[in-house]
């Protein structure tokens, strides 16, 4: 399972932030910075999906291997 | 009250009127109503204004800023005589491009990481005015007055460094703008912009680290922000940061008195709470925007023109079954929640952050004092009219085995204190 994150849909509500602190920090303006590159931990993939779920903008995509 | 009574809607899809108390007492299922019969409803009221009630609809408006000028974002009866670049209130009133140049300036301050730093100030006025409730040894106060209004507007206050004691103010200057926009008489000097003009001129003078100072130190391209452009931002902060966050608290307590198995979910499950919090905010979104129609467009087949009115009514968008499952029902730990109770698009609420950080604080330390809790009368609960939806009026009643608890460790911290 690999992340795919639109750095241009995201507009910082910070859901992924909150509930996947693991895979998402923000920067100084509280927009998104994805954290892994690759392949996600196996013991993330469901804060993963979290993340994709609850994005409004739909900035989010979980890409299965 | 306005000044004029509104007259009745004869039929919602094509005479609505948001500011009207038959909206706020029902407002849910007139969307439902509408989405399923006429979903972008209109109404000749105001000089002519779209109300969508599909998520598709509301999304689609709130991302094109081009056909949708946020100039106007309150709808009156006249349309806003407005400054440009900035409008009223940058930037939550500027289109691009100064739009992202007025929100860059706040954006460090609202980060998740900077709100941090406020949540020991929200937490102690919320124990501040549980305290109050707890001495008065009432077993029946109101959650809205007594409690949820004071959180935004002092937190606030001290992130703008003015005194608290002008809550009263604020929130009259609020009810004016949002509850009844234009429908008042004021008199002259008397209005949120004098109040904040006379402030600006004032901290120019007297500058410190609060947010006033900083605005007054901040530049664009090397030129300083004039005294419309901070007032202006300092009143959007004032207006979109009080009447919201009470709303989202005084809708979250609402629930929870209602529903003694989600007060349990709450008390018993800290993992549940950051699903609960988000469903609060999809289920009671209090906030519904609007823009001015810039450019000639169809949405949903209906024609929009140039000057028309159109809401953005996010709470309808958040309970659209098209976009979330069994979007009726709150379920407090719904996984997958895209919300758009902060909006969508380049205007998402600047303040979501602290919103959020203060909803979360004061239901914990309300649930904390009070775990069980109900209405004292579910039918005297008054909701507001206009564009910001949440109870304004809302007297609960705690039960007496419950009160006797809290009496007992009332008296209990007054014998420690006593002894100490």
């Known amino acids: 399972m690999k992340i795919k994150f639109d750095r241009d849909a995201c507009q910082g509500h910070n859901r992924c932030y909150m509930l996947a602190p693991e895979l998402f920090d923000t920067d100084d303006e509280g927009y998104a910075i994805l954290l892994v590159d690759g392949t996600i931990p196996a013991e993330l993939e469901e804060k993963a999906q979290l993340a994709a779920d609850n994005c409004p903008e739909f900035a989010i995509e979980i890409v299965s291997d | ?420």
């Open chain 2, 1 to 420: 009250m306005p000044d004029v009574p509104r007259p009745p809607v004869e039929d919602w899809a094509t005479d609505f009127d948001h500011t009207h108390p038959d909206y706020a007492a029902d407002a849910p299922q007139i969307w439902d109503e509408l989405r399923e019969t006429c979903p972008i409803a209109h109404t000749e009221r105001f000089g002519g204004a779209w109300l969508p009630t599909r998520h598709e609809d509301v999304a689609r408006i709130a991302k094109d800023p081009e056909k949708f000028s946020s100039q106007g974002i309150i709808v009156t009866d006249w349309r806003p005589d407005v400054p440009a670049p900035m409008g009223y209130a940058p930037p939550i009133t500027s289109d691009p491009p100064f739009h992202a140049i007025a929100r860059r300036l706040l954006l460090e301050f609202f980060s998740p990481k900077a709100i941090d730093g406020w949540e020991e100030t929200a937490r102690q006025t919320c124990r501040d005015l549980i305290a109050e409730i707890k001495a008065s040894g009432a077993t029946e106060f109101d959650a809205a007055t007594q409690y949820a209004q004071h959180i935004p507007v002092r937190v606030i206050a001290d992130m703008l460094d003015l005194p608290r004691e002008d809550g009263d103010k604020f929130r009259t200057f609020i009810h004016r703008i949002l509850s009844e926009p234009g429908q008042n008489s004021v008199a002259e000097g008397a209005t949120l912009f004098d109040y904040l003009e006379a402030k600006v001129t004032a901290r120019r003078e007297n500058l410190g680290d609060d947010l006033i100072s900083y605005l007054c130190q901040a530049d664009i391209d090397g030129m300083a922000l004039l005294d419309e452009h901070v007032g202006g931002t300092i009143g959007l902060l004032i207006i979109a940061g009080i009447d919201t966050t009470w709303s989202g608290i005084g809708s979250s307590l609402w629930h929870l008195a209602q529903h003694p198995e989600d007060r349990r979910r709450w008390n018993n499950d800290p993992d549940v709470r950051p699903f609960a919090l988000e469903e609060f905010l999809r289920f009671y979104a209090p906030v519904t925007m609007a823009r001015l129609v810039a450019q000639e467009v169809e949405v949903g087949g209906c024609p929009m023109k140039p000057g028309d009115w159109t809401l953005l009514p996010f709470p309808a968008a958040n309970r659209d079954p098209e976009a979330f499952e069994d979007a009726d029902k709150f379920i407090i730990d719904r996984q997958r929640n895209r919300h758009a109770a902060f909006g969508l698009g380049i205007h998402r609420c600047v303040g979501s952050n602290l919103a959020r950080m203060e909803m979360r604080v004061a239901i914990e330390e309300w649930m904390d004092a009070f775990p069980d809790f109900e209405l004292a009368d579910p039918d005297k609960v008054v909701f507001s009219t206009g564009q910001v939806r949440g109870p304004r009026e809302m007297t609960v009643r705690i039960p007496a085995e419950s009160a006797a608890a809290v009496g007992a460790a009332a008296a209990a911290t007054v014998a420690a204190e006593t002894v100490a």
